[in-house]
């Protein structure tokens, strides 16, 4: 069982920023990979970051350089800073998790609206 709350999404003007944050609860669940995805209307989900237990991390490459990805082992929570936000940034933001047992594990997604 893997339960995800996310919280941090909100409205921000273009080169604004916003922190995401992802708390996993977990039972007979062990974590390996933490990430954030996004969708925006009418285009697929995409990845956005993601980070292993052990650190190792992968980023799209319209956010190298302006999203970091970090998390918090001892509390299964991942966050995302996000800086220098364009209107493209615009989408819903999910949460995955992976890990053992397989499976995939999203939250429910919090939306970050960037202005123009």
């Known amino acids: 069982q893997v339960q995800l709350v996310e919280s941090g999404g909100g409205l921000v003007q273009a080169g604004g920023s916003l922190r995401l944050s992802c708390a996993a609860s977990?039972?007979?669940?062990?974590?390996?990979?933490m990430g954030w995805y996004r969708q925006a209307p009418g285009k697929q989900r995409e990845l956005v970051a993601t980070m292993t237990s052990d650190g190792s991390t992968n980023y799209a490459d319209s956010v190298k350089g302006r999203f970091t990805i970090s998390r918090d082992n001892a509390k299964n929570t991942v966050y995302l800073q996000m800086n220098s936000l364009k209107p493209e940034d615009t989408a819903v933001y999910y949460c995955?998790?992976?890990?053992?047992?397989?499976?995939?594990?999203w939250g429910q997604g919090t939306q970050v609206t960037v202005s123009s």
């Open positions: 995955r998790v992976m890990g053992s047992p397989p499976g995939n594990h």
């Open positions: 977990t039972s007979r669940f062990s974590i390996n990979v």
